[in-house]
């Protein structure tokens, strides 16, 4: 008798796209749809069982947040748990957030009221959204800090997450950031830089960073750095076959050091490469840099 392989049901990839008001939601949606979504703002939870009930045509994200006229937090998530508990479905409630501070001068550079204080301040809506949505951000599948982006920034973040998986399967970022100013929301592992030489240190090294060679030769140049990259990139060379084996659609690694510009840059531009090499889909984002970029590029509009 033939033994048959089993039949796996085709599933219906299915996201749902939160987060507050001033975040990024409608970048992230648009740059869904240009990769080949269904995209609904702003859906009533009430609707969705049934939008959903039947086979979906292709890939389907939904906007879900506190503009919605039946939204509550414990309907939200019950939906959620129904949808990632449903076989049929790939799904990922995805969170875009942003700092505090970035969110009121988003509104401030554009002058809108904020959807939940159109007759208060913007600060005074962003704090009550922001409690309103904590429980949501907390069961979020993938977490997006939008505060240092631009909006190309974050379309090209999107499209990494989410490319099909006929791409080339699960994306690696490898990013580098200021301990100053936190760790980056949604980073996978995390190594500490920080006990390397400095090259801050150095009057001739201070104005390069971790992508220029004098820095990353100095960075090298420490007797301990060696031994250090080597057994951090056999740990993530080990792992990242079985989180791949997992599904898993991205997993991002981060370096950090004190000022997030010489040594965690160095390192994960290292890193980044010896992936790359072993044939993984590789990209790099240096946090601190970027904002350094932002703001002279802010600088010299002004």
């Known amino acids: 008798m033939t033994a048959h392989p ?8 299915l996201i749902m796209l939160t987060g507050p008001s001033g975040a990024g939601r409608s970048t992230a949606l648009k ?24 086979r979906l045509e292709r890939p389907l994200v939904l906007v879900l947040d506190a503009r919605n006229r039946d939204f509550s937090v414990n309907a939200f998530l019950s939906l959620v748990d129904e949808m990632a508990a449903a076989p049929r479905f790939d799904f990922d409630l995805v969170y875009l957030d942003c700092p505090v501070p970035a969110l009121i ?5 554009t002058r809108r009221r904020h959807p939940l204080s159109p007759d208060g301040t913007a600060s005074e809506g962003i704090a009550l959204e922001a409690r309103l949505l904590h429980p949501v951000r907390l069961r979020a599948d993938v977490l997006i800090e939008t505060g240092g982006m631009t909006p190309h920034d974050l379309r090209a973040r999107i499209c990494e997450i989410f490319a099909p998986p006929a791409a080339g399967g699960m994306q690696v970022q490898v990013e580098s950031f ?55 990139r056999d740990l993530v060379e080990s792992l990242l076959p079985e989180y791949a084996q ?47 970029a932002a703001q002279a590029a802010l600088t010299t509009e002004t």
Not at 105 to 109: A, D, L, T, V
């Open 105 to 109: 001068r988003r509104y401030s550079e």
């Open 178 to 232: 200021s301990y100053r100013r936190g760790i980056p929301a949604g980073v996978d592992l995390v190594f500490d830089c920080r006990f390397l030489n400095n090259p801050h240190w150095e009057p001739m090294l201070r104005a390069f960073n971790g992508c220029d060679a004098p820095v990353a030769e100095f960075v090298a140049a420490d007797p301990r750095f060696d031994g250090f990259f080597v057994r951090v």
């Open 31 to 54: 740059a869904l749809e240009d990769s080949g979504f269904e995209a609904i703002d702003n859906m009533p939870i009430s609707l969705i069982p049934r939008l959903v009930a039947d």
């Open 246 to 292: 997992e599904a898993k659609s991205q997993l991002t690694i981060g370096f950090g050091c004190t000022g997030g510009q010489h040594r965690s840059v160095a390192t994960a531009e290292k890193l980044a490469n010896a992936l790359a090499q072993a044939g993984w889909r590789v990209s790099k984002r240096h946090r601190e840099l970027e904002r350094m």
């Open 6 to 13: 089993p039949v796996i049901p085709e599933t219906d990839r």
